[in-house]
């Protein structure tokens, strides 16, 4: 008897440490998740842009940036419907979207000629 209740209590006490070591089915693969890249800073890249005038913003390098924001040694110095310009000491560079199918407004329509 005391040798189930033994067997008991340890099947108990281990069954934390055995789930912990399982797999979670409905986790991303690594290659898209964070814990991938254990360590590494987010990819430097451009996810979407809002292009409102002076009040556009995009999301780069895994935080919103305003016109006028430093980032990476340089300034958001333009914001785009497809690309951010940062301008620094080193000059200027254009960092396009990732996916240029995605964006957070369509284009503006033409208007038929009169």
């Known amino acids: 008897m005391a040798a189930r209740v033994m067997l008991l209590a340890l099947v108990l006490l281990a069954s934390p440490w055995a789930a912990a070591s399982l797999t979670d089915p409905t986790a991303p693969p690594v ?12 990819e430097a890249g451009l996810a979407w842009v809002r292009v409102n005038g002076p009040h556009s913003i995009a999301w780069y390098g895994g935080t919103t940036v305003r016109l006028g924001d430093a980032v990476e040694g340089g300034r958001v110095t333009a914001i785009r419907e497809d ?26 329509p033409r208007r038929p000629a009169r």
């Open 31 to 42: 290659a898209l998740s964070s814990a991938g890249r254990a360590g590494a800073p987010e």
């Open 83 to 108: 690309h951010i310009v940062i301008s620094g000491r080193n000059g200027r560079r254009a960092v396009y979207l990732i996916d240029p199918s995605v964006r957070t407004q369509s284009p503006t």
